[in-house]
Structures are given as structure tokens and as C-alpha cells.
């Protein structure tokens, strides 16, 4: 096969392969931007892989960065944009089940593509746009079929992480798992305890927001990797039923707060659960205040308050989940937060200093309580923010909690 007409993000990388086989090396495009290249889909990283040691690499360009030199890749610095190289390599140990023990530098592109995932994966292209495919990835990337090179359970055993990334793909692209590399993830299911949940978590959210979700749920529960997932292991009764629900998510905070919806997990028990799955902080928050909006919705009774501590775009994400959820859309939710009078406390006309000016109160926890009461009141509705009048209510409130 070759491409006529290789996408700009190839063009531009040309001149790297032009230099390396110019000096009598071999160079190609691999990987996923081939493969996503003759799927019509947007490429995110050219990776290439060439015969040429990382020494002699080096040697050829200005400006090179060791991003992975142990491993035998070299970053090349042009024109502003960065290119890993890496050089042709076989692999074996793998006694984490994560990464290889011995990496050994070889010349043979075959050799070099026989340590690849997916077939689909190990697909490589000349400057030329000629692929050459040894495993039948042309094939399988027109059947829609996500195979492993060679033994799927030596692969997955090398590297357990492949079988989080072959359900993955499997939702990404709507593709079925081939039977035998199914067959071998349901048998190894359990060394997917060896990896990292932070890997795990970028692979799941990424199969969450693909095209195909509800057949990457379906996978994980037939595959049986659901087990070592945290929150999905022991309700796997309330997970099943997505595995035949079409939902569409934009982001991870959709999908998180999508899955506490769906799992009957509270907006009280959301920072525990995603500790597990070694969420980010601020992710932890904005799916603890969307699932509290969510659960508000659910009932039909949502006040000022609610959308204020969610924020604009937690009010929007809830709203796009609401509809996979088959709750009533409330887009006039939306319109009630954009006609809040403030929508951060910093936006009150008067602050803690200058009640303390006023003689209203002193510092301490008091003054604390007596913001968050003109704070809930403004955003109520029922205290004009005005400075006159936030004095008069802060001195009413003191007097009121003093008695």
C-alpha cells in the first residue's frame, strides 16, 4: 500500500527521515500516526523508528534531546517541533509486567515491529507513503479487528497495560477484539493488578470518551478486567446495563460524574473512589459539585446556591450528562446561573477587612461565618450587594449568633 498524499504533520517531519537515510540508514513513520493516517482520523504524534543507533543519531542533528536513551530514543529538535527517534530494539524480561528487563538495539525493522502491540499498530512508512505491514494490520484495520501481534498472551504478559489499551482502542475506533486476543485477556485479567493505577486511569477515561463506549463497557465486563477496577468491581450490576446505552462524553469530568450517577456513588463517597483511581485534586472537586448538582436536578429542585457552587462549567458539563442519563434537560439552569449577582465571593462590595474596620468583628472563625452569610444571601437573592447593606445584615447576623 502507499499514501499519494501523506497529511501536513508528515510533510513537515520529512527532512528528519531525509537526513537519516541520506547517510545510509533505514527511517519510517510508525505506529499510531500510520494507522490513524489511513483511517482519515487527526494524527497527535509522529514517532519514528529507524536503524540508526542513538549515537549515530545524534551525530547527524544540531539539536537533540536523550527523552529515552536507555531505550534508544533521541529527541530531535527542528524548527521549533519535536521528533523522537527511536532506534530498532527488541525487548525481554518484562518482570514488572510493565517494562522490559534488556533492550537490545537491533538494524531489522521486522524484528522491531515483532515487539508491537496490536497488528494496526505495527504498520511503518517510508518517506515515500509505502507501508510496510508484516502482520496483516491493513487487513484488520479494514475488517475493524484489534489483534495482537503474535501470541496475544505473551504480549499481554509482557506488557499488561496492552490489555487496558486494546479495550481502548476497541471503543476509539469501534473495532471488535479478535476472539483469540480476547480469549487471552480474560485468562491474564488479573496481571492488570501489576500496573499503575495512574496508567489504568488514563486508558479507561480515554475508552469512556470513545465513540464506541458502551461496546468498551461491555468489553471490560466480558473480559472480566472490570474486577480490577476500583468502584466498577463490586457493582457490576449497575455497570452492565451501559454496555447497551448509547452515552457520548466530552471530557473526564463528564465521565466520572456519568459513572457516579450510574453506580450510586454520592457525591460524599466521590473523593474516596477517585483517590483510588489517583485522580487530580481539582478533578475530585468538580465531580464531587457535579454529582451534588446532578443529584438536585434528579429531584427537580435546584436553588441559586447549587448552580453557585458548581461553576459555569460544571453547570454545562452536568447538563450534557443529564441527557445520557435520561433526566429532564434543564436549560434553563443554565440562563438562572448567568443572571446570578455574583458568582465568586471576591465579587461582594465589601470584604473581611473592612467589616474588621467597621467594628463588626474581629478576626477569627467569625468572621468566616459572617461572609459565607452575606456570600449565600447575595447569591440568594435576598440581599442586594450593595456595601450599605451588607454592613447593616453583618451587624444584624453578629448581633443574632451573639445571643
Known sequence: MQLKQLPEEFKQ????????????????????????????????????????????????????VDTGIQHGT??????????EVTTFRTESGY??????????????????????????????????????????????????????????????HEDALRMMRAVR??????????????????????????????????????????????????????TKLYQYLPGLNERVSELRPLADQKFELANENQVWSFLAMTLGISASQVSDW??????ANKIVKDVTEMVQLLTVIKSQTVSNWDLYVAGRQNVLD?????????????????QQYDQLVITQKKQLTISGKELMQNQIVTAGPVL???????????????????????????????QEISK
Request: aromatic letters at 8%; charged letters at 20%; zero cysteines.
Open 13 to 64: 517531519a520529512l527532512p528528519i527521515l531525509t537526513t537519516i537515510t541520506a547517510a545510509g540508514f533505514e527511517a519510517y513513520f510508525v505506529g499510531g500516526s500510520v494507522r490513524d493516517t489511513i483511517l482519515n482520523k487527526p494524527i497527535h504524534d509522529v514517532d519514528i523508528a529507524s536503524s540508526a543507533y542513538p549515537a549515530e543519531v545524534k551525530n547527524l542533528f544540531k539539536k537533540t
Open 74 to 83: 533521541v529527541m530531535i529538535l527542528d524548527h521549533g517541533h519535536g521528533y
Open 95 to 156: 518482570q514488572d509486567y510493565r517494562r522490559p528487563d534488556q533492550v537490545t538495539f537491533v538494524r531489522s525493522l521486522a524484528e522491531d515491529l515483532m515487539r508491537r502491540d496490536f497488528t494496526i499498530n505495527a504498520l511503518a512508512m517510508n518517506a515515500e507513503g509505502v507501508v510496510t505491514d508484516l502482520f496483516g494490520g491493513l487487513t484488520d484495520l479494514n475488517d475493524h479487528v484489534i489483534k495482537a501481534v503474535g501470541d496475544p498472551a505473551a504480549r499481554f
Open 169 to 222: 482502542f476497541s471503543s476509539q475506533l469501534n473495532f471488535q477484539i479478535e476472539a483469540e486476543t480476547k480469549q487471552a485477556i480474560a485468562s491474564q485479567a488479573e496481571l492488570l493488578t501489576k500496573i499503575a493505577m495512574e496508567r489504568i486511569h488514563e486508558e479507561f477515561v480515554k475508552l469512556m470518551m470513545g465513540q464506541a463506549a458502551s461496546q468498551g463497557v461491555e468489553q471490560l465486563i466480558s
Open 274 to 279: 477517585l483517590k483510588k483511581w489517583k485522580t
Open 318 to 334: 452536568a447538563l450534557a450528562v443529564s441527557r445520557w442519563l435520561n433526566m429532564p434537560y434543564r436549560p434553563d439552569l443554565l
Open 368 to 398: 468566616g461565618q459572617v461572609l459565607s452569610y452575606l456570600e449565600q444571601q447575595v447569591v440568594a437573592g435576598d440581599l442586594a450587594n450593595e456595601p450599605d447593606l451588607l454592613v447593616l445584615a453583618a451587624k444584624n447576623y453578629v
